[in-house]
């Protein structure tokens, strides 16, 4: 029940925009296509909905190669957002509904739930165009879930989005995950996504630079840091004195201990270290320099993660 | 052709449902009420703008011979009919204290300067709007006359006709009167022969009347077919750009062929101006059933149209409206934003005026051999063929034939142009021709 992709390629005359990439979304899990502008994620999201044809690779949904029947079965937002606005709101979600398979009836009968879910209950009737373009995301949002796919494709579903639509369709695509569905999801927002995505892969230029779970891409990092903070400097004043700089800067020196890499002084200041049990170490000095209010490790966001590897790759 | 009915069904309600499009449905009616009634809607503003005055100067003997002429009977019907009134105009006073006395050299004999007077208060009158014309006539033996007419402005050419009208009837009697000839012998000489015509295919009623009427009601079909078809076909092109510039064809397309949404499109554009049509036809023959609505001067009963020649309308409605609809398909499939819409039609409307202005040639003259053989050629064929079977005579073998050229022609484009859309309905890229004939010879794709 999972989606496969193999070998995918494509080239746009001397452009190469997606070059072997391989990849399996799986069911009750949310699969991160991540990359910066023109990574390839919106070309490979294309040739899987068929409305690119790829130069090379496979696509299988179910074990079978995707076709018009099967592609029924994927519920789409697309990045660059239209609906028709001349049309009324329900009258544009039973046409997609129809298309993908609903009765008239049946699409008519869940529009009208999702749209009371969203709070567009009295919108049904109304233009799309009158709608704010908050409200449009959502109506597109409930076009590409209407039928209930048992494969969704989101490709940046936040662009657009207030922050609280953007908890709102969060919500959703946990709930979504949560029904057994397998979604595919494209972001260049590693911070919007980071706590969505179960597995992920990372793009440059159309090629895979990393794969994997957060976790284990986080895992993979050999930079371990923590980050500490005294009360006396946590209750300081906000105002940076020449005196405070002067204190952080002895407490930074007394800490640097054996296994330590690196230290940055600050009213928090973030100790990198070798390996855990130095971190032990470094919190024992901080003690006996003071009452310590926090000390944490710190786990590098997706975004550094991201960054790191285009670094690399460069 | 999966999801084929339901891109139909959405493309062809949501068009209905759009009170613009009825509104479009009256302004047809009313377009064709329109032109089918011209000539009396002329006449009425014409009828309505009051009476033409017209000076008449020259010497006394020549204005009083016109005037003579004008008060005949027959004359002043004429005169009525055509609103014009004709008066005599003399100068308020010559050298030699003949104050308010016309010049004594009668003829056109006498000096030029005594119709200066005459002249100076018809030229007053005509720059303070008394008059509208002023005519300097002058008689001679013959029955002939000459003259000079003076108006306030150069452009009304309808006022310079009415004056020629008059004068040459004025003229024709003057004419008439030196030569002793009867009213017969005018007729003889400057009317058409009263004949009757008579066609075998007609029946009892007079063939000009019949040829009339023909000419009129294929002018107001020519003039259908060539606004449904640009119509029909223009709107095509406009959906498709609306949906792709609007990205919404990217939610459709994963679930329909483009093939399949290709064809929902076209044949939905067809139904809707179909039902157009039929709403306007409808209303137009309930119109005609009141009464007649003229045309070009002859008057005809829209309902009395052949039952036949409406078959041929609706048939070649429907293969011209696919040759196009491929064409702009095709052409569609490339454009992403509206303002490169003209660029790329332009060249594909432009044969279509020209054909239409071709069928306008045709309705005078449906058996051309320029006509024959354009109507052979299928980008014209909906209208010369159209002209040519209301008109002239066309052979049931030669029908067939232009009309098989038609349906394979448009059946071919639909099948190219399918292949184009295939290929190119989701390219964003910029128009141009370059690219255009780059995706025919396949060479460009999505």
């Known amino acids: 029940m999972a989606l496969a992709v193999q070998g995918l390629k494509k080239s746009f005359g001397a452009v190469r925009a997606v070059d072997g990439i391989d990849f399996e979304a799986r069911p009750g899990r949310i699969f991160g296509l991540l990359g910066a502008n023109g990574a390839g994620k919106t070309t490979t999201l294309r040739m899987i909905l068929g409305l690119v044809a790829p130069d090379a690779g496979k696509i299988r949904w179910q074990g079978r190669p995707l076709d018009e029947k099967t592609r029924r079965e994927i519920g789409y937002l697309p990045e660059e957002r239209g609906l028709d606005e001349q049309a009324k709101v329900e009258e544009v979600l039973v046409y997609l509904g129809t298309l993908k398979g609903l009765s008239p009836r049946e699409a008519r009968r869940r529009a009208a739930a999702w749209l009371e879910r969203f709070g567009l209950g009295a919108a049904r009737r109304r233009k799309v165009k009158t709608l704010s373009k908050g409200n449009q995301q959502k109506v597109q949002f409930i076009a590409a879930v209407l039928h209930d796919p048992a494969l969704v494709i989101f490709d940046e579903p936040f662009s657009g989005f207030d922050p609280v639509n953007v908890d709102l369709i969060r919500e959703e695509m946990q709930n979504l995950k949560a029904q057994g569905k397998t979604i595919l999801l494209s972001s260049h927002r590693m911070d919007q996504v980071e706590a969505l995505v179960d597995e992920l892969i990372l793009l440059r230029r159309g090629r895979i630079v990393r794969r994997g779970t957060v976790a284990a891409l986080r895992a993979a990092v050999p930079v371990i840091k923590y980050v500490l903070e005294w009360f006396d400097e946590a209750e300081a004043p906000d105002e940076e004195t020449p005196a405070a700089r002067a204190e952080w800067a002895r407490r930074a020196e007394a800490l640097r201990v054996p296994g330590v890499r690196s230290i940055a002084a600050g009213r928090q200041t973030v100790v990198e270290v070798e390996d855990d049990d130095v971190a032990q170490v470094v919190l024992r000095t901080a003690l006996s320099l003071g009452r310590v209010r926090t000390f944490a490790r710190l786990e590098p966001t997706l975004h550094e993660l991201f960054v790191a590897a285009m670094q690399e790759e460069s | ?446």
């Open chain 2, 1 to 446: 052709m999966r999801g084929f009915g339901a891109v139909f069904r959405f493309s062809f309600s949501s068009k209905l449902k759009n009170p613009a499009y009825w509104a479009s449905v009256g302004m047809i009616v009313g377009a064709v009420l329109f032109f089918t009634n011209l000539e009396t809607i002329v006449r009425y503003f014409v009828d309505r703008q009051g009476e033409t005055v017209i000076g008449i100067g020259g010497t006394p003997a020549d204005v009083q011979a016109v005037l003579s002429l004008a008060g005949d009977p027959e004359m002043q019907a004429m005169l009525e009919r055509m609103h014009v009134r004709l008066q005599a105009t003399f100068g308020p006073a010559a050298e030699g204290g003949k104050a308010g006395r016309a010049p004594d050299a009668a003829g056109g004999r006498g000096p030029e300067a005594a119709l200066e007077p005459a002249k100076a208060a018809g030229e007053a009158g005509v720059a303070s709007g008394a008059l509208d014309a002023y005519v300097e006539v002058r008689l001679y033996p013959s029955g002939r006359m000459t003259g000079t007419v003076l108006t306030k402005t150069g452009t009304n050419a309808s006022l310079n006709e009415r004056v020629t009208d008059v004068f040459q009837a004025l003229q024709r009697r003057l004419a008439a009167e030196r030569l002793g000839l009867g009213p017969e012998m005018v007729s003889a000489l400057v009317d058409p022969p009263p004949f009757t015509y008579r066609t075998l295919q007609g029946g009892e009623e007079d063939a000009r009347e019949q040829m009339g009427l023909a000419i009129g009601m294929t002018y107001v079909m020519v003039l259908l077919l060539y606004l449904f078809i640009v119509g029909g076909a223009g709107s095509l092109v406009m959906e498709l750009i609306r949906e792709k510039s609007s990205r919404f064809i990217e939610l459709v397309l994963p679930s329909v062929s483009p093939l399949a949404y290709m064809w929902a499109k076209i044949l939905a554009m067809l139904g809707v101006f179909v039902v157009q049509y039929a709403a306007a036809g409808l209303i137009l023959y309930g119109v005609s059933r009141r009464g007649t609505v003229t045309l070009f001067g002859d008057s005809f009963d829209l309902s009395k149209m052949p039952l036949d020649l409406l078959g041929y309308a609706l048939l070649l409605f429907v293969l011209g409206y696919l040759f196009y609809a491929a064409i702009f398909a095709a052409v569609g499939s490339m454009i992403a934003r509206v303002e490169e819409a003209n660029t790329a039609t332009t060249p594909v409307t432009l044969l279509f005026v020209l054909a239409f202005i071709i069928a306008m040639w045709a309705l005078r003259m449906p058996d051309a051999s320029f006509v024959r053989v354009l109507s052979w050629l299928p980008p014209f064929t909906p209208l010369l063929l159209f002209v040519r079977i209301a008109l002239g005579s066309v052979a049931g073998w030669e029908i067939a034939g232009i009309v098989g050229l038609l349906a394979l022609s448009a059946a071919a484009l639909l099948a190219f142009a399918g292949r184009l859309f295939r290929r190119m309905i989701l390219s964003y890229e910029p128009w141009s021709w370059r690219r255009f004939w780059q995706a025919m010879r396949g060479e460009a794709s999505v």
